[in-house]
């Protein structure tokens, strides 16, 4: 094999592992636990993440009124919304776009979640790259799921995962 080709393939392979590497570091960067982070509300209230622990599952949402796949998961997240709520689920949507512009996009607008505006620090911090971004917390703050982009098998996943994280009781209460 002549000495060039070899070079080659020894720099396709060093690119290989330091991108299967770098996936590596980014995957291990995103599990865990939710980075704290503030924003705004809608409303223009000050938002903490830490305001929500303690109160059952967290389903934050990351979205951009300009994003057709986030308004494709709208229909699951209003259905889970609706299912879970009264036993604890938390939905929060969060995007970089100003208050103004949410006020201003009449379905999003009309949603019953909280909606969290200017919301750059949270997107930085969990490095939120593509969107729709999909994050089922536990209640203090374990990352329990995570999915971008819209797809079935991700939306099953998601009503799966939101099932374990609910009481007992609540299921017990919703299939009489």
Not at 37 to 54: D, H, K, M, R, V
Not at 82 to 92: A, M, N, S, T
């Amino acid at each position: 094999m002549p000495a060039l080709v070899k070079k080659l393939l020894a720099i396709v392979a060093a690119v290989l592992v330091v991108g299967i590497g770098l996936e590596f570091v980014r995957a291990a960067l995103q599990s865990g636990r939710v980075r704290p982070f503030t924003a705004t509300e809608l409303n223009g209230q000050p938002f903490s993440i830490e305001s929500a622990y303690g109160k059952g599952p967290i389903l934050l949402c990351f979205f951009a009124t300009w994003c057709s796949p986030c308004r494709m998961e709208i229909p699951e997240i209003l259905r889970l919304d609706e299912q879970y709520r009264p036993d604890g689920l938390q939905v929060i949507y969060l995007t970089q776009e100003d208050a103004a512009t949410i006020k201003a996009d009449a379905q999003i607008s009309a949603l019953p979640f909280r909606m969290l505006v200017n919301a750059t620090d949270a997107f930085e911090k969990h490095r939120v790259e593509s969107l729709p971004r999909t994050m089922l917390v536990s209640p203090t703050g374990d990352i329990q799921l995570e999915l971008s982009g819209v797809s079935e098998s991700g939306l099953r996943q998601l009503r799966e995962k939101v099932s374990e994280l609910i009481p007992t009781e609540g299921s017990a209460r919703r299939s009489d």
